[in-house]
């Protein structure tokens, strides 16, 4: 038995926190990326229960064999309406 996976599988816990200091790091390692942006992708992982590994290999050292995740993916819009509608 497959569960379909939709939007609103997904539950946003704005109140979820990550590390500061593995924001902090990655913000001294790739200086050229906005500080939200690496904040939104980490938090992104956290909900969608996937390691910070994914976003750096992926989105940061873009290492081309990382496939893209889904859920991280929705993860990251469901964060980006919250933001726009004010509840980020």
Not at 29 to 55: K, M, S, T
Request: one cysteine or more; glycine letters at 8%.
């Amino acid at each position: 038995m497959t569960a379909d996976y939709t939007a609103e599988s997904i539950k946003i816990r704005y109140e979820a926190v990550h590390s500061w200091e593995v924001v902090a790091s990655l913000v001294d390692r790739y200086p050229f990326r906005p500080v939200e942006w690496i904040e939104r992708g980490l938090q992104a992982c956290e909900l969608a229960g996937v390691g910070f590994d994914y976003f750096i290999a992926r989105y940061l050292e873009r290492d081309g064999i990382t496939p893209m995740n889904p859920v991280v993916n929705e993860c990251m819009i469901e964060i980006l309406r919250g933001w726009r509608d004010g509840a980020g």
